[in-house]
Structure formats: C-alpha cells, structure tokens
C-alpha cells in the first residue's frame, strides 16, 4: 500500500518565486529521505537526500527539512528558474525497500 | 560507461505474449528495483530485491515475474497475466536502503 504521500500534485509558480513540496510517511523506521527530479522523457535524479539524524540541509537553492516527530519533509526551491519545471518525487525507506510518492508537476512561469 | 543499463528502450508486444525486460548494473549494489510508471502517474513498486536470490513483491506484483540469480542483473517479466501492460518501466539499483538509488534509462512497453 502507500507508504508515502506527496502533496501537491502540481504547483505552478511565477519565475523567481520559491516553491514547496511536502511528503509524509508512515513508517517511523525510515531513516532516508531523497527528492528526484525527472525531466520529460528522462529517468529521475537525485536532487538532494536527507537522513533521520539531520532536520535541514541546503544545496545552493535547493533545501529539504525533516520533521521526525510528525513524520513528514518538505522539498523547498528558491528563486525557481525555467529549468526548474519537471516533475519532483519524494521517497522513504519502509520496510527496506525504496518508496515514492506520486510525484508534484512543477511548471515555472515567466 | 558504468551504471546501470535497460535494454531495450522500446518494446512492442502483442496481447498473449509474454515479454522480458532486461536490467544490468556494474555498481557492486546489493538492492534493485523495478518501477511502473504511467502518464501523469508517479512511480509504483512492482518487485525489489535486497540481495541476490531473493526478492519481494511490491505494490503491483500481479501479471509480472522476476528473478535474480546474479547480482548485476535483475530481470522483469510481463505476462500474459497482466491486463494492462502499456506504461514506462524503469529499473533502479543502491547500495544499501539509505543511500542513492540510480535509476537506468527505462523501457517504454507497448502492447500492440
């Protein structure tokens, strides 16, 4: 069944605005929490990663934040750029196996 | 160039056949997986495998089969079974549960 969920489905953003992504999941022993970006036609790659010992990590515009307590983690984009349209997965680790949300459309306007 | 290969990039199949999707990886990862992905539509567990001679159903196991007697090599069979095969099948692999998975360059399964 769905261990993760990811909210929202699409989010359209003017060019220069941040935009957010949330992902929860269900299983308390996750402790791995990568994003990827599929660009169309393409497979997906990891954009950032985070694990259940840090609650933030930044990679120049691109943040992740880990709540553990609340079982959620949100991907943030800063200043989004034309480039950044594709469409974004959050996953977790339940039960040993690698799970992804149902992926976010992000379409930046300029 | 290493990493992680499917192969074919295409594949056309007609409805009564069964069809087998080729996945080989030369990073030494233990884990592998197979996605289902459809338009629109995010990326749906159909089997992993942890180790080599072991594997487990995901989500939508039903109507394919998989094996993994090498540990570089993890293909998919679409039978006859599935009712709905037509989507973009990607196959991925890691090292362990906690670091990155590399995703190969997926197979786009039509049936015809």
């Known amino acids: 069944g769905e261990n993760v969920e990811q909210h929202p489905s699409t989010l359209s953003v003017q060019e220069g605005d941040s935009a957010v992504i949330k992902c929860t999941y269900s299983?308390?022993?996750?402790?791995?929490f990568p994003w990827y970006k599929q660009e169309l036609g393409k497979r997906p790659q990891l954009i950032i990663d985070?694990?259940?010992?840090?609650g933030e990590k930044k990679d120049q515009r691109i943040a992740v934040t880990l709540n553990k307590t609340a079982k959620h983690f949100s991907l943030h984009i800063t200043e989004t750029q034309p480039e950044d349209s594709a469409v974004y997965f959050c996953?977790?680790?339940?039960?040993?196996?690698?799970?992804f949300g149902a992926g976010t459309t992000v379409t930046v306007r300029a | 160039d290493g990493g992680i290969t499917q192969s074919p990039k295409y594949l056309f199949r007609k409805e009564g056949q069964n069809v087998t999707l080729s996945c080989e990886q030369n990073l030494n990862h233990d884990a592998m997986y197979w996605y289902r992905q459809d338009p629109g539509q995010g990326l749906r567990l159909i089997y992993y495998s942890q180790i080599v001679n072991d594997f487990q159903k995901g989500d939508i196991a039903e109507g394919y089969s998989v094996s993994r007697e090498k540990k570089e090599s993890f293909p998919l069979t679409v039978t006859s079974a599935q009712k709905n095969p037509t989507a973009f099948y990607l196959c991925a692999s890691q090292g362990d549960t906690s670091t990155e998975a590399f995703f190969g360059q997926g197979t786009r399964l039509t049936v015809v």
């Open positions: 985070i694990r259940s010992n840090v």
């Open positions: 299983d308390s022993a996750s402790n791995y």
């Open positions: 996953a977790a680790n339940p039960d040993y196996k690698l799970s």
